[in-house]
Structure formats: structure tokens, C-alpha cells
């Protein structure tokens, strides 16, 4: 699998955020509407606050990867500013900055390692993609911007805060003054070395499709209402309404909305899914995907006694392990398995 994390931030609320992102003591950021890229969803907004920007950390090490966001300034200036670090635990292995010209540059630490072209512009959107190897002489870094070639690819370079050769978190944003707003949205980030989705993917989208009806099997019991009705809001709820089942083996699944008109190439599928153990015994869940007439079923979790955003990101459709396309996630139902 090539996919490690993304993120279009249209499914959860300011207090979600948690349960996706590793940390986040800004407790001034808010996630909406009028912080999307686009003509829909949401994106989130850093405010200026000198508190530590949001962070995603993960259970693996990478040697090398690709990240991608959408990202907008409100100030007076774009100039000196920290768009993206790259994290070996606490430490920062390399980063994405702007220089005192409003242009991208590659750092490690305070030193520049390579710089773009472009002046950026505040209050203007646009899509930066890293690709980077993290390494103390061979490290690799290049860089687009609106899917445009923005700094060639540079190599023999040290990108490392640590004495390893890797990295597992990313961070956003951070204290950047002067910048009265930082607004982020669409990232994904990949592991370049291995799986379908290893280089440059553009400016794409990150698309949020909740459940619209039914699936084919909805055995799970509501605490109210119907099955269906217990998990089609557009953010969960928490125990407002819910699906419960003590059952090992018990599916639910669900036929989803559609992918927006003017939807193009499918890279990924992610499942997410907001669950919590209640007062019984501990219990695990697994994601169900149905592309067809067979219920794949995922990777089992353990399941917290809080509520939890549960994902997995496919690059192929399990049905035939062949790239996705759009009219595969037409006819996709998703949902979820008590395992035991």
C-alpha cells in the first residue's frame, strides 16, 4: 500500500479533530465551510496563535514519501513562513518554508536545501506536493506546485534532524506570524517506496461520501429509529444515535452518496469509520467493503471506550485488486464487522 494518510476534513467537527490528527494544542483551530478549497466540503484554519500546530503521527517508519495539501495564507505578506515539516518523533527531519521573497524552499533545520521560483501570493489557494527521501547525504527532495514542476529534483542532500534515516509524522503550519489564518485542506500523503500510488498524484480532492440507504445486510441493532438512520448524519454524533451489536459476525453495510459530477480518476478509497466499546466486554471491529456481490473484510482494531475515527485506505478495489474506478465506488457499499 502506497496511501498512508489523507485527509479532506469534511466529515467531523472542531471537536473530532483528535480523534484523527495526533495532537492539536491550538485550540483555536476550527474546521468549516469557509475554509474548503472548493465549491463544498471543509478545510480547517491554523489561527496565529504561537501554540503548536496540528500533528499526524503514525506506527510506522518511512525511508521516503510524497505530501500533498492545499493550503491558503490570510495577511499581509507570504514571506518566511512554515508550511509543512516532516517528523522523526518530536523532531523535525526537513521542511516546506517560504523564504523572506515569498518563495518555496526545501529546509533542514535553519539551512536551505533547495529553492522554487514561484512568488506566492496571500488569500490565493494553492497545491504543494513534497517528495522527499530522508537520508543523511543521499536525501532527495522535489517539489510541484499546482502540478507544475516547482523545484527540480535534488539529491546527495542531508535531510535529517536525527540520526535516522526516516520519518513518521508530519506536522502543519506552524507559528507563523504575520499570517493572520493558515487554511489547509485535500492532503495525502504516500509511502513512494512500495504499492500503486508512489509519485505525483496533482492537486486532487479529497471527497467525504456518507451513507444514503441501505446496504445489503444491516444486522447491527439502532439505539432508535432505523439502521440506516443511526449513522447517515453528515457528522457523527456520538451516542445520539448509533448502531450497537454484541453478535460476532454481525455486518452492516451501507450504499453511500455519489462522488461529485466532475469527479475524474479515483487513486484511494479510505473507509472511516467512529466507533467505541460500551460497558461490555472488549470487543474489535473490521471494515467492510462490498464493490460487488462479496463483503471484503478489512484489518481488525481493537475498539477504545471512547470514540475513535477507525480508517483504511485502498489503493485497488479488493474485488479484483485493480486500480478504482468511478464507476466502481458508484455501486460500493461500505460499513463494518463485529468481529469479536
Known amino acids: 500500500m502506497a496511501v498512508i494518510f489523507m485527509d479532506g476534513f469534511d466529515h467531523y467537527a472542531?471537536?473530532?479533530?483528535?480523534?484523527?490528527?495526533?495532537?492539536?494544542?491550538?485550540?483555536s483551530m476550527?474546521?468549516?465551510?469557509?475554509?474548503?478549497r472548493g465549491p463544498s466540503g471543509q478545510g480547517i484554519s491554523i489561527p496565529n496563535t504561537g501554540q503548536p500546530p496540528p500533528k499526524k503521527s503514525f506506527g510506522n517508519n518511512y525511508t521516503a514519501g510524497l505530501l500533498g495539501f492545499a493550503f491558503q495564507g490570510s495577511g499581509a505578506s507570504f514571506a518566511s513562513r512554515t508550511l509543512c515539516q516532516i517528523w522523526d518523533g518530536t523532531t523535525e527531519q526537513c521542511s516546506i518554508k517560504t523564504n523572506a521573497s515569498s518563495v518555496l524552499v526545501v529546509t533542514q533545520g535553519s539551512t536551505v536545501k533547495a529553492t522554487g521560483t514561484t512568488v506566492l501570493s496571500a488569500s490565493t489557494w494553492y497545491y504543494v506536493e513534497f517528495k522527499f527521501t530522508i537520508h543523511q547525504s543521499t536525501g532527495i527532495a522535489q517539489v510541484k506546485l499546482n502540478g507544475a514542476a516547482e523545484i527540480a529534483s535534488t539529491g546527495s542532500l542531508d535531510l535529517t534532524g536525527t540520526a535516522n534515516?526516516?520519518?513518521?509524522?508530519?506536522?502543519l503550519s506552524e507559528n507563523n506570524a504575520g499570517i493572520t489564518f493558515f487554511y489547509v485542506d485535500d492532503i495525502y500523503l504516500l509511502d513512494t517506496t512500495t504499492g500503486d500510488n508512489t509519485d505525483f498524484l496533482g492537486p486532487v480532492r479529497c471527497v467525504a461520501l456518507a451513507p444514503a440507504a441501505p446496504g445489503t445486510t444491516t444486522a447491527w441493532t439502532p439505539n432508535g429509529g432505523t439502521n440506516y438512520g443511526a449513522v447517515s448524519e453528515a457528522y457523527q454524533d456520538g451516542d445520539?444515535?448509533?448502531?450497537?451489536?454484541?453478535?460476532a459476525n454481525q455486518?452492516?453495510?451501507?450504499?453511500?452518496?455519489?462522488?461529485?459530477?466532475?469527479?475524474?480518476?479515483?487513486?484511494?478509497v479510505q473507509s472511516i469509520i467512529t466507533a467505541r466499546q460500551d460497558a461490555g466486554a472488549a470487543r474489535t471491529i473490521a471494515p467492510?467493503?462490498?464493490p460487488a456481490a462479496t463483503d471484503r473484510v478489512g484489518t481488525t482494531v481493537a475498539l477504545s471506550t471512547t470514540y475513535q475515527m477507525l480508517t483504511q485506505v485502498y489503493d485497488l478495489n479488493p474485488e479484483d485488486?485493480?486500480?478504482?474506478?468511478?464507476?466502481?465506488v458508484a455501486s460500493l457499499e461500505l460499513g463494518y464487522k463485529l468481529i469479536s
Do not use: E
Open 14 to 27: 472542531k471537536a473530532d479533530l483528535l480523534k484523527r490528527w495526533t495532537s492539536n494544542s491550538n485550540l
Open 321 to 328: 485488486t485493480a486500480a478504482w474506478a468511478t464507476t466502481d
Open 165 to 171: 534515516n526516516y520519518f513518521n509524522g508530519i506536522g
Open 288 to 290: 467492510v467493503l462490498r
Open 240 to 247: 445520539t444515535s448509533f448502531n450497537q451489536s454484541s453478535t
Open 251 to 268: 455486518i452492516d453495510t451501507f450504499v453511500m452518496q455519489d462522488l461529485p459530477a466532475d469527479a475524474g480518476s479515483v487513486y484511494a
Open 30 to 36: 476550527d474546521v468549516g465551510s469557509a475554509f474548503a
